[in-house]
C-alpha cells in the first residue's frame, strides 16, 4: 500500500500553468503506476495521464494530450503533472493514485479505469477562473 499526498493546485487565469506534485510513500515503487485524474463538480472523475515507475512509459487520455505533461524523479519518489493553457473546464480536483497491476506505458491504448487503482491521494483543488 502507497501513501500518496498531492500538492500544487491553486487559482490560475486562464492561459495559465501549474505543477501538481504527487509524493508516494511506501516500497517497492518501481511496481506501480501512478495516474493523475480530476473530477470537475456534478461528473465523473476522469484519467488524464500514468507513468509506469519501473519503465517510465506513459500514456495519455486523448481529451488531454498536448497541455498535460507528466514526469518523475525517482530520488524524490514525486510524479509531476504539468499543464499548460489552463482553461475554466480544467477546474476540478486533482488526484493521483497508484495501480499495481498495471498496463500504463506498455500499451497504445491504455484505459483509465478508476476503480483498478488501489491508493489514492487526497486531492489538490485547481481552479481556473478570471
Known amino acids: 500500500q502507497l501513501q500518496l499526498v498531492e500538492a500544487g493546485g491553486g487559482l490560475v487565469q486562464p492561459g495559465g500553468s501549474l505543477r501538481l506534485s504527487c509524493v508516494a510513500t511506501?516500497?517497492?515503487?518501481?511496481?506501480?503506476?501512478i495516474g493523475w485524474f480530476r473530477q470537475a463538480p456534478g461528473k465523473e472523475r476522469e484519467g488524464i495521464s500514468c507513468?509506469?515507475?519501473?519503465?517510465?512509459?506513459?500514456n495519455y487520455a486523448e481529451s488531454t494530450k498536448g497541455r498535460f505533461t507528466i514526469s518523475s524523479d525517482m530520488a524524490k519518489d514525486t510524479v509531476y503533472l504539468q499543464i499548460h493553457s489552463l482553461r475554466p473546464e480544467d477546474t476540478g480536483v486533482y488526484y493521483c493514485?497508484?495501480?499495481?497491476?498495471?498496463?500504463?506505458?506498455?500499451?497504445?491504448?491504455?484505459?483509465?479505469?478508476?476503480?483498478?487503482?488501489?491508493?489514492w491521494g487526497q486531492g489538490t483543488q485547481v481552479t481556473v477562473s478570471s
Open positions: 493514485a497508484a495501480e499495481r497491476q498495471t498496463t500504463c506505458g506498455a500499451v497504445t491504448d491504455y484505459t483509465f479505469y478508476p476503480h483498478e487503482y488501489e491508493d
Open positions: 507513468i509506469n515507475l519501473g519503465s517510465g512509459g506513459t
Open positions: 511506501g516500497f517497492a515503487l518501481d511496481m506501480y503506476a
